[in-house]
């Protein structure tokens, strides 16, 4: 049964373990300071938290070179501290998912060492070697403008090998079987010590075959995604694999399966750059074609839908007019953009108002899925320009008006904290915005516990309904003779809607906000107000 499957009503908090909580005071988030704030992760009313990798690494690429899959970088603890971490998790009822990145290691893995000691060792073809640099050396790179080649000359071995990351980020072979392998044996671990799940790292390129021709589009293969849930329910039946696959809606179905024997969820990023579209322009008829181009899924697959990650605001899907577009309101200056398609600010500055930021949220939690939302928004954080790169958004959370936001006692943070303008720990944090009723935190909360109350978004059928006008998205779920009715306004001013009695599915209809319900006129019609950038939760009442 549908409802049998705990993440299509779940919501996922994403947070970085070096930037969340310091406990030892040592200027990097560990174990023990997330397991001093799981209470405060439980009161939001959060029941499933993404970790990022936190597994040894240089930490070149924020933790995504891994060194080693089976531990705890000891910046961040040990073994045995993230089993405590998962024991109290797993008392107050939040799942834990983390990050499985197979799709490369760092060039300082054991394996990579093995593999360019000599072109006879076992190691050997765990990698992607050519004898001589391929035509295609400059070409598929992921962080263009930034990365220089995806085929890089190894001094030790005198061979060139495949990165389609950063060069210190040498790609995995999974045509080859052992390395399938050992990485049934890295997820096995995990869910050994208790996890709920992985986020699976750039799923398109680990099923690359790497005996593709040249020149062509590199083959897929979506067989290993069957085997690796296989696996995955073999070992724990419930467990899920949360997906990131940037590609356009006739290629999802590839990702989930036909009856969706694949990846359980997977980011939608189609509508996500849709939705900044949509913000950005008042037009909600591209989000439209968006949200129904991406809805024929199998019924247990699920989307998740987020607004931003740890990651630029990638707007690679639209075309260039829509992009500029988006560029002009949200990230107008060129230090804001990021490889030539993104922007790399954090919400709240990006949209640059209370009401806009409470829009976005109201409608990423009422999109068909699972909302994602990443540390620090739940209090409208800010951003850092001054630092590199992605580095902008992984700024250390605000927790107090204390020296270093809270985060650390230490005098030297992992990042700098944002300690300038409107969006420093000083006026952005915690502890202040808990004692205010009226803060985003507080709203915040009531959100995720609306959405906690409407299992119809997640279990149900939806469809788009008529409003009249192109700045509302109307949206209707159905689900066990229960109908839930969500509008939302992206005009900067009010707007009124007629909704027959036929279209709301009942005579009365109650605001899930507040204590207000409409009933029809004389003429069979509900008559909604929708402030500038306002939004309404309704639920017929039978």
Not at 11 to 25: G, K, P, Q, R
Not at 70 to 79: L, N
Not at 95 to 106: A, E, G, Q, R, W
Not at 250 to 256: A, C, R, T
């Amino acid at each position: 049964m549908l409802e049998d499957l705990w993440y299509k009503n779940a919501v996922i908090y994403s947070l970085d373990l070096e930037t969340f909580m310091d406990a030892n005071n040592d200027g990097t988030g560990d174990f023990e300071g997330l397991c001093n704030r799981l209470d405060y992760l439980h009161a939001l009313g959060l029941d499933t938290i993404w970790l990022a990798p936190f597994q040894p690494t240089p930490n070149r690429d924020n933790g995504y070179d891994i060194s080693d899959f089976y531990g705890v970088d000891p910046r961040h603890g040990s073994s045995g501290d993230f089993v405590s971490f998962i024991h109290k998790a797993r008392k107050l009822g939040i799942k834990v998912i983390i990050d499985l990145v197979v799709n490369h290691t760092s060039d300082q893995h054991r394996w990579f060492q093995e593999a360019r000691s000599s072109k006879d060792n076992a190691k050997r073809d765990w990698y992607v070697w050519s004898e001589e640099r391929p035509a295609d050396w400059n070409k598929g790179m992921v962080f263009p403008g930034v990365q220089k080649a995806t085929w890089t000359r190894d001094k030790e071995s005198k061979e060139y090998y495949f990165h389609r990351f950063y060069e210190f980020q040498p790609d995995l072979n999974t045509d080859n079987p052992e390395v399938r392998e050992e990485i049934n044996k890295i997820m096995g671990y995990w869910l050994e010590l208790g996890i709920a799940g992985f986020r699976v790292d750039a799923v398109p390129f680990i099923l690359e075959s790497s005996n593709s021709k040249k020149g062509e589009n590199p083959k897929l293969h979506f067989e290993y995604l069957k085997e690796m849930r296989k696996f995955l329910q073999w070992r724990k039946g419930d467990a899920v694999l949360l997906g990131e696959a940037n590609v356009l809606p006739n290629e999802s179905k590839k990702y989930f399966g036909e009856e969706g024997e694949g990846i359980h969820l997977m980011f939608n990023f189609f509508v996500n750059q849709y939705t900044f579209y949509a913000l950005a322009t008042a037009d909600t008829r591209p989000l439209i074609k968006a949200l129904e181009a991406t809805k024929d899924i199998p019924g247990s697959s699920q989307w998740a839908h987020f607004l931003r990650n740890h990651d630029e605001l990638d707007l690679g899907r639209l075309t260039e007019e829509e992009r500029q577009t988006v560029f002009a309101r949200f990230g107008p200056e060129k230090h804001m953009q990021l490889y030539e398609r993104g922007i790399r600010r954090r919400l709240s500055p990006m949209l640059g108002s209370r009401q806009q930021t409470e829009l976005a949220y109201s409608l990423m939690f009422s999109l068909p899925g699972t909302p994602v939302i990443r540390y620090g928004d739940e209090i409208g954080m800010g951003d850092n320009l001054e630092l590199e790169e992605r580095d902008s958004v992984r700024t250390p959370m605000q927790w107090t008006g204390e020296k270093q936001g809270g985060f650390t006692k230490g005098e030297t943070p992992i990042h700098p904290v944002v300690d300038e303008g409107y969006y420093s720990y000083e006026h952005v944090n915690v502890e202040d915005q808990r004692r205010e009723p009226g803060s985003l935190l507080n709203w915040m909360t009531s959100l995720i516990r609306m959405r906690k109350e409407c299992p119809e978004i997640g279990y149900g059928n939806w469809e788009i309904m008529e409003t009249g006008h192109t700045e509302i998205l109307g949206m209707r779920y159905t689900w066990k003779n229960k109908i839930l009715l969500i509008w939302h306004n992206f005009q900067e001013k009010s707007l009124e809607l007629v909704v027959p009695e036929k279209m709301a599915g009942a005579s009365r209809i109650a605001d899930l906000m507040s204590n207000i319900e409409s009933i029809v006129d004389e003429k069979g019609r509900h008559t909604i107000t929708l402030e500038a950038y306002g939004y309404r939760w309704f639920r017929a009442v039978p």
